[in-house]
């Protein structure tokens, strides 16, 4: 029976925890949201610095590890090629990594920092308008792919080199925590991080629905209700179940290459239809902005507040502090996400790789997309401020969109370019979180476990799409997920202590993959040795 194989603790304690917070969100919701918010404001305003230091140390670490000898390690056999093709595997570490909330975001995250700019910048005016082109590209680079490859590292590596069939944050960390992971505490982690990914990908459908919704009454004047969200919901549902339950490679890296492509397609089309030279040069002086002020960037958390006549904008914990939380909630499901799909790669190719990859990515999207509509906001073209003012978010990016040439043919790609990002997303944490309530992974999780945390992902956001709790629910999992941060640390640690252990005990001409292959074969040579001599002792006797 394959149900021995699942990690019941761990299944049924992330679907109790998740009852536990949307129930009481469900029955007072006023309530529920006042207390999350307060929650919400005290991690924030209180551990800010913490959020921010962690992204800062996980980057630079990050960068340490590529180069060591340890970012040489190969991630399974001696000699293996990559089980998918770089182009492959970028299109699904971006899809999972990003999902629907990059065509979000990247259209009109402008709005908000031109509006409301750091450092005591004066809104809407020119200097705002450079912080503005920069921020979106630095929340949504370099740290943020750091935060998700971190888990990344030890679970890789316990999986393709050491050969633990087992996908789990818990097993990471079993080198500084030892017998303790088998435990209670080893599966209060794994909940924690399945909790957190069920309330972050209640975010990711509370952005990408309404979104959808907006795209298909501007194609077809069908008003935009609840009842609509949610028939695009299960819509979505239905196309990542269908998607999980195929598999890696007939599901998910399929929707990941379709996904690729309509992307490409999207940004090509702005770049050269849109107002090219304003695009290309904008981006490129964005990340002129971004390298000359990193480190500012990273760590500006107003410490001054209200005193001595200073202003506090609450721009850190609003934007940065908020993004560093939201990437980490997501940070282990990725990990475990970019592991599975890093098999024949190195460890410094997975680094690199997918912190370029991610990042580029997220520039082109932000560059394209977010300069297209800021053009057309500066030259009257479009007001987009006034628009969301009246509008929302929502609809206002799909009316940037429709300003460009052949409209309706491009919201319909953009629409369903949406879609499958949304579903690219969930097919991933599927996967992942029916991988972590198992035992063992031996090639793929069981089918059925991956249909119900396909439908899981989904029934609990639609309950709440109804309620208006959506936003509660993914302000929850950020507070959930706080204690991640000191989970990250361990798994750097696990990871490092893992390694050199293997590296030290093989020689410079050995790489660990070798050597730990070479010391399973003496520990079976011993093992069958111990059994011969008993047996022979038993011949002596009789």
Same mark, same amino acid.
């Given at each position: 029976?394959?149900?021995?194989?699942?990690?019941?603790?761990?299944?049924?304690?992330?679907?109790?925890?998740?009852?536990?917070?949307?129930?009481?969100?469900?029955?007072?919701? #006023?309530?529920?949201?006042?207390?999350?918010?307060?929650?919400?404001?005290?991690?924030?305003?209180?551990? @800010?610095?913490?959020?921010?230091?962690?992204?800062?140390?996980?980057?630079?670490?990050?960068?340490?590890?590529?180069?060591?000898?340890?970012?040489?390690?190969?991630?399974?056999?001696?000699?293996?090629?990559?089980?998918?093709?770089?182009?492959?595997?970028?299109?699904?570490?971006?899809?999972? &990594?990003?999902?629907?909330?990059?065509?979000?975001?990247?259209?009109?995250?402008?709005?908000?920092?031109?509006?409301?700019?750091?450092?005591?910048?004066?809104?809407?005016?020119?200097?705002?308008?450079?912080?503005?082109?920069?921020? &979106?590209?630095?929340?949504?680079?370099?740290?943020?792919?750091?935060?998700?490859?971190?888990?990344?590292?030890?679970?890789?590596?316990?999986?393709?080199?050491?050969?633990?069939?087992?996908?789990?944050?818990?097993?990471?960390?079993?080198?500084?925590?030892?017998?303790?992971?088998? @435990?209670?505490?080893?599966?209060?982690? #794994?909940?924690?991080?399945?909790?957190?990914?069920?309330?972050?990908?209640?975010?990711?459908?509370?952005?990408?629905?309404?979104?959808?919704?907006?795209?298909?009454?501007?194609?077809?004047?069908?008003?935009?209700?609840?009842?609509?969200?949610?028939?695009?919901?299960?819509?979505?549902?239905? !196309?990542?179940?269908?998607?999980?339950?195929?598999?890696?490679?007939?599901?998910?890296?399929?929707?990941?290459?379709?996904?690729?492509? /309509?992307?490409?397609?999207?940004?090509?089309?702005?770049? !050269?239809?849109?107002?090219?030279?304003?695009?290309?040069?904008?981006?490129?002086?964005?990340?002129?902005?971004?390298?000359?002020?990193?480190?500012?960037?990273?760590?500006?958390?107003?410490?001054? &507040?209200?005193?001595?006549?200073?202003?506090?904008?609450?721009?850190?914990? @609003?934007?940065?502090?908020?993004? +560093?939380?939201?990437?980490?909630?997501?940070?282990?499901?990725?990990?475990?996400?970019?592991?599975?799909?890093?098999?024949g790669r190195t460890i410094r190719e997975m680094v690199l790789g997918t912190m370029v990859y991610g990042t580029l990515g997220c520039v082109l999207f932000f560059g394209i997309l977010g300069n297209f509509g800021l053009y057309m906001q500066l030259t009257g073209s479009f007001d987009a401020i006034a628009f969301m003012d009246q509008n929302g978010p929502a609809a206002t990016i799909i009316a940037i969109i429709n300003q460009l040439p052949f409209s309706n043919l491009i919201v319909l790609v953009f629409t369903i370019l949406a879609v499958i990002f949304l579903a690219t997303t969930f097919d991933s944490s599927s996967y992942i979180l029916a991988s972590v309530v198992q035992k063992e992974v031996e090639g793929e999780p069981i089918r059925w476990n991956r249909l119900f945390w396909a439908f899981s992902l989904c029934i609990m956001p639609l309950v709440l799409l109804f309620l208006g709790g959506l936003g509660t629910l993914q302000t929850a999992s950020i507070i959930g997920g706080f204690p991640l941060i000191f989970i990250m640390f /361990?798994?750097? +640690?696990?990871?490092?202590?893992?390694?050199?252990?293997?590296?030290?005990?093989?020689?410079?001409?050995?790489?660990?993959?070798?050597?730990?292959?070479?010391?399973?074969?003496?520990?079976?040579?011993?093992?069958?040795?111990?059994?011969?001599?008993?047996?022979?002792?038993?011949?002596?006797?009789?």
């Open positions: 029976m394959k149900q021995k194989y699942i990690d019941w603790p761990t299944f049924i304690g992330a679907f109790i925890l998740l009852l536990l917070v949307t129930v009481p969100l469900i029955i007072f919701p #006023d309530e529920g949201k006042e207390f999350v918010s307060i929650a919400n404001t005290f991690v924030t305003t209180n551990f @800010g610095v913490l959020y921010l230091a962690m992204g800062l140390i996980i980057f630079s670490f990050l960068i340490f590890v590529a180069f060591s000898k340890n970012g040489h390690v190969k991630l399974g056999e001696e000699g293996e090629k990559p089980e998918f093709n770089t182009l492959s595997w970028a299109a699904m570490l971006f899809a999972a &990594g990003i999902g629907s909330s990059i065509l979000y975001w990247s259209v009109i995250e402008w709005v908000y920092y031109f509006q409301g700019p750091p450092f005591g910048v004066e809104a809407e005016t020119n200097e705002a308008i450079q912080w503005a082109t920069a921020y &979106g590209i630095f929340h949504w680079g370099p740290i943020a792919w750091a935060i998700y490859t971190l888990p990344a590292l030890p679970i890789a590596y316990f999986f393709y080199v050491r050969k633990r069939p087992v996908l789990k944050v818990s097993e990471a960390v079993r080198p500084v925590l030892g017998n303790w992971v088998d @435990g209670p505490i080893g599966n209060l982690i #794994d909940i924690l991080f399945m909790f957190g990914l069920l309330g972050g990908a209640g975010t990711t459908l509370a952005l990408g629905t309404p979104m959808i919704a907006e795209g298909v009454h501007l194609l077809t004047g069908i008003p935009v209700t609840l009842f609509m969200q949610a028939v695009i919901m299960i819509v979505c549902t239905t !196309i990542f179940a269908i998607s999980a339950y195929s598999g890696l490679r007939k599901g998910i890296k399929l929707l990941s290459d379709i996904n690729l492509w /309509l992307a490409l397609f999207i940004l090509a089309f702005v770049l !050269i239809l849109g107002p090219t030279r304003f695009i290309v040069e904008t981006t490129f002086n964005s990340l002129g902005i971004l390298l000359d002020n990193f480190f500012k960037m990273s760590t500006w958390v107003e410490p001054f &507040g209200n005193l001595g006549g200073f202003t506090e904008s609450g721009f850190p914990e @609003g934007w940065t502090v908020f993004y +560093w939380a939201w990437w980490l909630v997501y940070a282990p499901f990725v990990g475990l996400f970019v592991a599975r799909i890093s098999r /361990l798994l750097a +640690w696990s990871f490092m202590r893992a390694s050199n252990r293997d590296i030290t005990k093989s020689d410079d001409y050995e790489s660990p993959t070798i050597y730990i292959k070479r010391w399973r074969r003496r520990k079976k040579r011993s093992s069958l040795e111990v059994l011969e001599d008993k047996d022979q002792g038993r011949n002596k006797d009789e």
